[in-house]
T-cell receptor
Framework: DVKVTQSSRYLVKRTGEKVFLECVQDMDHENMFWYRQDPGLGLRLIYFSYDVKMKEKGDIPEGYSVSREKKERFSLILESASTNQTSMYLC???FGHGGYGYTFGSGTRLTVV | RKEVEQDPGPFNVPEGATVAFNCTYSNSASQSFFWYRQDCRKEPKLLMSVYSSGNEDGRFTAQLNRASQYISLLIRDSKLSDSATYLCVVANYNDMRFGAGTRLTVKP
């Protein structure tokens, strides 16, 4: 089975801190994604990557950056955490195109205080 | 207008009931369609893909109407274990759009 592992299940950070969320997948998927999920809003795409060192902005990239130095790892960075970034963050990976083979990590619930 | 809209729910049904969820999407170029299931505080997991001809997986039936840009999910003989949030997902190439989800609670 494809496994997508997110480094932390729960995280509490202070306003202004730089926060790193790590995601690793073990099935050699080209595509990796970062979403946040908020009640009533569904999943919203922050950034995605189709290849190493490649990154593209999603719908809500402001306040975030990403890094993909290796194919299996996609990191989400909150440059200066703010309380409105309190959310559930979900990483996903997939092979090919069209949404097939999409697998999510178990999520990181981030609270910014 | 949201790109993918779902019945807001919540749906509270007794065991054994039949329940239907609806979903509409705005991008007529969408190519792939899915239903995901998400348990409380867990990640979404694929329930089933949705094909134009309609498809069935046990107690679950999914339908797609491209002309009306409408997707449905029917659950027959509901079980307590079906309690979850169901997400409608529409994809155009690698652009995945998620509905906000419909919460289902199946009660004894």
């Amino acid at each position: 089975d494809v496994k997508v592992t997110q480094s932390s299940r729960y995280l509490v950070k202070r306003t202004g801190e730089k926060v790193f969320l790590e995601c690793v997948q073990d099935m050699d998927h080209e595509n990796m994604f970062w979403y946040r999920q908020d009640p009533g809003l569904g999943l919203r795409l922050i950034y995605f990557s189709y290849d190493v060192k490649m990154k593209e902005k999603g719908d809500i990239p402001e306040g975030y950056s990403v890094s993909r130095e290796k194919k299996e790892r996609f990191s989400l960075i909150l440059e200066s955490a703010s309380t409105n970034q309190t959310s559930m963050y979900l990483c996903a990976s997939s092979f090919g195109h069209g949404g097939y083979g999409y697998t999510f990590g178990s999520g990181t619930r981030l609270t910014v205080v | 207008r949201k790109e993918v809209e779902q019945d807001p729910g919540p749906f509270n049904v007794p065991e054994g009931a039949t329940v239907a969820f609806n979903c509409t999407y705005s991008n007529s170029a969408s190519q792939s369609f899915f239903w995901y299931r998400q348990d409380c505080r867990k990640e979404p997991k694929l329930l089933m893909s949705v094909y134009s001809s309609g498809n069935e997986d046990g107690r679950f039936t999914a339908q797609l109407n491209r002309a009306s840009q409408y997707i449905s999910l029917l659950i027959r003989d509901s079980k307590l274990s079906d309690s979850a949030t169901y997400l409608c997902v529409v994809a155009n190439y690698n652009d995945m759009r998620f509905g906000a989800g419909t919460r289902l609670t199946v009660k004894p």
